[in-house]
T-cell receptor, first 114, second 113 residues
Framework: EAQVTQNPRYLITVTGKKLTVTCSQNMNHEYMSWYRQDPGLGLRQIYYSMNVEVTDKGDVPEGYKVSRKEKRNFPLILESPSPNQTSLYFC?????????????FGPGTRLTVL | AQSVSQHNHHVILSEAASLELGCNYSYGGTVNLFWYVQYPGQHLQLLLKYFSGDPLVKGIKGFEAEFIKSKFSFNLRKPSVQWSDTAEYFCAVKGSNTGKLIFGQGTTLQVKP
């Protein structure tokens, strides 16, 4: 089944403890992206990747890192999480970045930073 | 600055009522426009999209949207809503030559049976 998967789905952690949220897609998509969803703010793009080894900042990249060493995976790294990063995170992918492609979203990761 | 604005934050309708959700965007250049839906506890799914051609686009589940370039708008409509349409709806814009996708704040639709 074609899908975007994220792990973990739920995570509670403490300030300053490094964490990684994994994202994987099995559709051979070139483009992958991370968003955070907060009430009243909609989805805001954190980082995106047009292809392997190519990443760019979205609108809210501060406090996050990403890497794209292989096509199927696009992990989101929080080196030193803070409470303001408590949010619902979505990973998405599409066939190409610049073309008119629909983005497919993962199920979301709910992160709480205490 | 690039932005998307959804005017209605929370809409409550009775079943069979007509729906129109507003979406305006600010973006220089050619745009691609999307409406996504998020049912309770689920991830986002594409409702419909506009890239070029006929400005009236039809999507899944009886939804449609009209792109009015002069008004920078892409409003979502449905003639008769159902209880199962209860969800959050997001408008989004993407430049034709960029990887950035910009979402509006979202509109929560509650349909009463």
């Amino acid at each position: 089944e074609a899908q975007v998967t994220q792990n973990p789905r739920y995570l509670i952690t403490v300030t300053g403890k490094k964490l990684t949220v994994t994202c994987s897609q099995n559709m051979n998509h070139e483009y992958m992206s991370w968003y955070r969803q907060d009430p009243g703010l909609g989805l805001r793009q954190i980082y995106y990747s047009m292809n392997v080894e190519v990443t760019d900042k979205g609108d809210v990249p501060e406090g996050y890192k990403v890497s794209r060493k292989e096509k199927r995976n696009f992990p989101l790294i929080l080196e030193s999480p803070s409470p303001n990063q408590t949010s619902l995170y979505f990973c998405a992918s599409s066939l190409h970045g610049r073309a008119n492609n629909e983005q497919f979203f993962g199920p979301g990761t709910r992160l709480t930073v205490l | 600055a690039q932005s998307v604005s959804q005017h209605n934050h929370h809409v409550i309708l009775s079943e069979a009522a007509s729906l129109e959700l507003g979406c305006n965007y600010s973006y220089g250049g050619t745009v691609n426009l999307f409406w996504y839906v998020q049912y309770p506890g689920q991830h986002l799914q594409l409702l419909l999209k506009y890239f070029s051609g006929d400005p009236l686009v039809k999507g899944i589940k009886g939804f449609e949207a009209e792109f009015i370039k002069s008004k920078f708008s892409f409003n979502l409509r449905k003639p008769s809503v159902q209880w199962s349409d209860t969800a959050e709806y997001f408008c989004a814009v993407k430049g034709s030559n960029t990887g950035k996708l910009i979402f509006g704040q979202g509109t929560t639709l509650q349909v009463k049976p």
